[in-house]
C-alpha cells in the first residue's frame, strides 16, 4: 500500500472516529468530561447500575461533570451535599469543641471569630477542596476575613462618596487602600491555587470547583490565568464569608437575650421531639425536620435583614411600572431591610418572633434577605442549610446565657447592633455570650462521632 493510500485510509479512520464520537451538543468547556468510547460513549461503563457508578465516579472526578451517552450528551449532577455538608459537619463539630473548652474555664466567649473561621473553611472546601487549620486567631484566617470584610465595606452603596462626587476622587491617594486590598487578596488567592495545583499534580485532591476547572485542559487554567480562577473563587470565598458569620452572630446574640431564653428553651423542646435520644446532632445534617427552627432560620434573617441595602442593579430595558417608564440603564438598589420590616406585610415588623412562620404561609417569598430575580443570592440553599445545622448544634450543645461583663452584651436593635451602618453587610458591634454545654459527656460523644466521620475531609 502507497504511503499516499495509508494517509486516506488514517484520514478516512480518523473522521469516522470523529463521526461516531459527535454529541447533539458540543463538549461545555470548562467542566469535566468523563472518557469514553466512540459510538457508546459512557454507557458500556455505566452499565446496568447506572446511578451507583455515577456516585463512584463522582468521587474521583467530582460532584459534577458531563458524559455522553451515545451521541448525546448530559451534564450529571451527582449530590452537591455530598461535598458541602461533612464540611458543614466538620466546622460546626471544631466550633463546638472550641466554645465548649472555653465555657468550661466559665469565660465570655466572642462567638464571631468562630463563626468566620467555619464560614470560610466551608467556602474553601468548596472551592478549592482543603480547609484553613488553626485557632479562630491564626495569621492566615485572619488575614482573608480581614481583607474580605474591608472589600465588602467599600462595595457599600452607602459607603464611598468618591463614587457619586467626582471633585472627591482628586483626594490624594483615594484609591491606594482599595489597591493594597487588591494585592493581599490577590497574594492569598494565589496561594490557595498553588496549593490546589500541587495537590492535583499528587492525586491527593479532593472534588472541588476550582480543582474541577483546573483537570479540565480545554480550561487551560494556570498560573498565568490566574483571573478566571478569581472569579470562579471569588464569588463563593467572598459572598459567603460577610453575610453568613454576621446573621450567625446576631442570632447567637439574641438567643443570649431574656426573651432569647424563652426562644432557646422553646427550640430545645421542639428538636427533641423531632430528633429523640440524642439523634439530632447526626440527623440535622440529613434533613430538616424541626419545623420550629426552620421558623427560627427564617426570623433570624427577615429580622436582621444582614444584606441591608443590595448591590445596585441596572435594568437592561425600559420597564413600566404604575405608569412610570424607568429606563434602560437605570441602576435599582432594593431596600432589604425596609422590605423585611414592611408592616403591611410583618405583622409587628420590630419584634423578633419565630411563630410568625409557624402561623403564617410556608410557602412563596418568606423575606428579602437573599434578594429576588435573577441576581438572587445563589448561596441560599447552602446559606439555610448552615443556619439550619448550626443553630441546631448549638442549642443542642449549649445553653447561652448574657456576658457577666455587661459591658460586653450585644445591641439588640438590626440597624445600631452594626460598627459600620454604610456597609454592604451588618457588621456586628464586638460583643460577648456565655455558653454553657447542657451534658458534657453528650457533647464529647457528638464531637467524637463526628471527628470521626469527618477524619478524610480535614486537610
Ligand atoms: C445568611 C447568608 C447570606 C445572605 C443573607 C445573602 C444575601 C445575598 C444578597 C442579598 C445578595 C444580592 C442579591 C441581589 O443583589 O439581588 C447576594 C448575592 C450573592 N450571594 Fe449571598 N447571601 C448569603 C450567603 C451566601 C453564601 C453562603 C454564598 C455562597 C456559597 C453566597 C453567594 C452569593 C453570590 C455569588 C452572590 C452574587 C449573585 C449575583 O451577583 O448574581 N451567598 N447574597
Known amino acids: 500500500m502507497s504511503v499516499a493510500l495509508l494517509g486516506f485510509v488514517g484520514l478516512v479512520v480518523l473522521v469516522v472516529i470523529k463521526l461516531l464520537n459527535s454529541t ?26 447506572h446511578a451507583n457508578a455515577c456516585r463512584v465516579l463522582a468521587a474521583r472526578y467530582g460532584p459534577i461533570f458531563q458524559l455522553r451517552l451515545g451521541n448525546r450528551r448530559f451534564v450529571y449532577v451527582n449530590s452537591f451535599d ?30 464571631t471569630l468562630y463563626f468566620q473561621r467555619s464560614s470560610l473553611n466551608m467556602a474553601l472546601r468548596v472551592s ?12 492566615r484566617i485572619r488575614e482573608v476575613v480581614d481583607v474580605e470584610r474591608e472589600l465588602s465595606l467599600l462595595r457599600g452603596i452607602a459607603h464611598c462618596w468618591q463614587d457619586y462626587i467626582p471633585i472627591m476622587r482628586l483626594w490624594p491617594g483615594y484609591r491606594t487602600h ?38 479540565d485542559p480545554e480550561a487551560k487554567l494556570s498560573d498565568g490565568k490566574l483571573y478566571e480562577v478569581k472569579t470562579v473563587s471569588l464569588s463563593m470565598v467572598a459572598a459567603g464569608l460577610d453575610t453568613l458569620p454576621s446573621n450567625i452572630n446576631m442570632a447567637i446574640a439574641y438567643l443570649s437575650s431574656a426573651h432569647g431564653q424563652e426562644i432557646q428553651q422553646r427550640a430545645f ?37 444582614t444584606f441591608n441595602l443590595s448591590i445596585p442593579r441596572v435594568g ?11 429606563p434602560a440603564d437605570t441602576p435599582f438598589v432594593m431596600n432589604v431591610f425596609a422590605a423585611n420590616h414592611d408592616d403591611s406585610r410583618f405583622e409587628k415588623p420590630e419584634a423578633f418572633n419565630p411563630e410568625r412562620y409557624l402561623a403564617g404561609a410556608k410557602t412563596g417569598l418568606q423575606h428579602l434577605s437573599y434578594g429576588a430575580g435573577s441576581r438572587a443570592c445563589p448561596g441560599d440553599h447552602l446559606a439555610n442549610r448552615q443556619l439550619y ?13 448574657e456576658a457577666a461583663d455587661s459591658k460586653m452584651r450585644p445591641v439588640l ?29 453528650q457533647l464529647a460523644a457528638w464531637v467524637q462521632d463526628s471527628v470521626q466521620r469527618t477524619a478524610a475531609f480535614d486537610i
Open 389 to 401: 445545622v448550626i443553630l441546631t448544634r448549638l442549642i443542642l450543645a449549649f445553653r447561652i446565657h
Open 178 to 215: 482599595a489597591i493594597r486590598l487588591r494585592d493581599r487578596r490577590d497574594s492569598y488567592l494565589g496561594q490557595f491555587f498553588k496549593q490546589l495545583k500541587h495537590r492535583v499534580s499528587a492525586g491527593t485532591d479532593v472534588p472541588s470547583i476550582t480543582g474541577n476547572m483546573m483537570k
Open 128 to 139: 478549592y477542596g482543603f480547609r484553613l487549620k488553626g485557632a479562630v486567631t491564626d495569621e
Open 316 to 326: 437592561i430595558k425600559a420597564i413600566e411600572y404604575k405608569g412610570v417608564t424607568f
Open 24 to 49: 447533539d451538543i458540543p463538549k461545555i468547556n470548562g467542566l469535566v468530561e468523563l472518557p469514553g468510547i466512540p459510538i457508546f460513549g459512557n454507557l458500556l461503563q455505566l452499565g446496568s447500575s
Open 269 to 305: 423542646n421542639e428538636l427533641q421531639k423531632v430528633y429523640p435520644d440524642g439523634s439530632g446532632w447526626r440527623e440535622c445534617l440529613q434533613a430538616e425536620h424541626c419545623e420550629y427552627l426552620m421558623a427560627l432560620v427564617k426570623e433570624n434573617l427577615r429580622y436582621w435583614s
Open 413 to 441: 436593635d438590626p440597624i445600631a447592633c452594626s460598627s459600620v451602618t454604610t456597609g454592604m453587610v451588618t457588621q456586628p458591634n464586638p460583643f460577648k455570650v456565655r455558653f454553657v454545654a447542657r451534658d458534657e459527656h
Open 82 to 111: 455530598a461535598t458541602y455538608l461533612p464540611s458543614i459537619d466538620l466546622e460546626t463539630t471544631t466550633n463546638a469543641k472550641d466554645i465548649q473548652a472555653m465555657s468550661k474555664e466559665g469565660m465570655d466567649v466572642d462567638p
